[in-house]
Structure formats: C-alpha cells, structure tokens
C-alpha cells in the first residue's frame, strides 16, 4: 500500500463504518459481547491483506457489503435472524483465516535492490622520467697527468753511465760476443771410461788369452779386431763396436779412435 495519509484516513473511516454495523449483526446472531468485536476485526484483517497483495479485492468488497446491509436489516426488522444468517455469520472468521493465509503466501517477496557496481578508479598513466645529464665541460683542464711525446733520456741514449767505469756499449758488445762463441762451439766428447782391470771373462775366445804378462792383452786384441771391422766397414761407429763387443757406447769409442790412430 501506498504511503499516503489521506488514503489511510479513508480506510480507517470506513472500516470504523463497517465495524460497527458488523458488530451488531454478530450480536443479533447470538455473539457474546466481546466475542462478537472480533467478526469486524477478522473482515477489517482481511480487507487489508487483500489491498496489500491487490488479490480478493473485489470478493472482500462485496463481503463487507453483504455483511453491512444484512445488519442494518436485520436492525430495522426488515429481515429475520434465520438459520441461515446464523451460518453465513458464523462462517465469516473460518472464511477470513483461509483467505488470509493464501494472500500472505501468494505474496512475492521483495526483490532485492541491486547494488550498483562501485566502479574502480582510470589507472592515472604513469608520468615519464627524464633522467637529466650534466652536460660535460668542452676542453676541461684533464685531471690527472698528461703524457707527453716520448724522449729519451739522455743517460739511457749514451749507455748506462751514471757511474764512471759503468757497463757501456762496448762492454755489453764483448759479452754478446762471447755467449755467441760459446753456443757456437761444438761440445767436446765426453771422457772416457776408466778402464777396469783386464779380467778374462769365463768363455772367452782365444784372441783374450794373454801369451804375454800385460793388463793391455785384451784392449790391444779388440783394438786389433776393429781394425780387422774398419777394413771391410770404415763408417763403423763406436756405439756399434760397443753393441758387437757387449760394452759401452764409450769404451766402443775409445776403441775405434785407438785403432783409426794405429792404422
């Protein structure tokens, strides 16, 4: 219903009007004095639920009219209280709770108000930074030393001289000179190996049998067998007369220059 007071003056009006027509009609069926106030209130309930749900409208109206005018009837005698109207009378509050009971569940329910969306704040674009350069300064003054043509000095020009008598470039040529010698002269042999006593050795052939009473037998009988080897083979070397004699590199040399001396 609408929130309007000149409408609810109205129907206060009118049910005020009705209820009393109503109430009398409940007593002259026979309603105690206070059971029969609520006959109006019961049809003064169901007038409002009918306005409020806008259903029933038109069987409540015509309800309170019937009821209205039987009780002004019935009042000036012009119609007799029967079984009939005792019935109809006493089945107005059965009627009232049935139909009230359908409008409250026939009612929708309110619908929920919606609620707005809260819209959410436009990003702000981010500012751009400009990361701003002291400008360099054109021909500054450099901060540290400055390297300047290279001169030499003029100790180092004329040699190391800075003590009299020092290392000059005649004193460093004769020393160059001298490695330049040394690396080019050819290694001297080495020495050769002392030379044990004479031993025969067990096997041994005729030619190391000593005929005469001498440590050098057996020398002077090999220098003579590679005597005998030059003769045939004079590129022969000292490390194949030791391998053939089973000595050393050293004594096979030593065996070769003494008989290339004798020859």
Known sequence: MKRD?????????????????????????GFGTYVAAGVPAALDVYALAALRARRDVLAVVLS???????SHLVEVGLLPVSVALVVAVSA????????VHRLSELQPEPAAEPVPAVAEPATEPAEPITVERAPEPVDAAPAGPVLGPWQPLAELAGGTGGTQGGTGPDLLGEHFAAVRK???ETPAEPAAE????????????????????????????RVATVRH???????????????????????????????????
Request: glycine residues 10%.
């Open 5 to 29: 007071p000149l409408l609810w003056v109205a129907t206060a009006a009118v049910l005020t009007v009705l209820a009393s027509a109503e109430y009398e009609l409940a007593r002259a069926c």
């Open 182 to 184: 040394a690396i080019g």
């Open 194 to 221: 002392p030379v044990p006593p004479a031993v025969p050795p067990g096997g041994t052939g005729a030619d190391d049998i000593e005929t005469i009473d001498s440590q050098n037998t057996t020398f002077e009988a």
């Open 92 to 99: 107005v509050a059965p009627l009232v709770l049935w139909r």
């Open 229 to 263: 080897w030059l003769e045939s083979e004079p590129e022969l070397t000292g490390t194949e007369i030791g391998n053939r004699l089973g000595i050393s590199d050293g004594y096979g040399r030593r065996l070769l220059r003494t008989a290339r001396d004798g020859s």
């Open 64 to 70: 309170l009219i019937a009821v209205n005018a039987a």
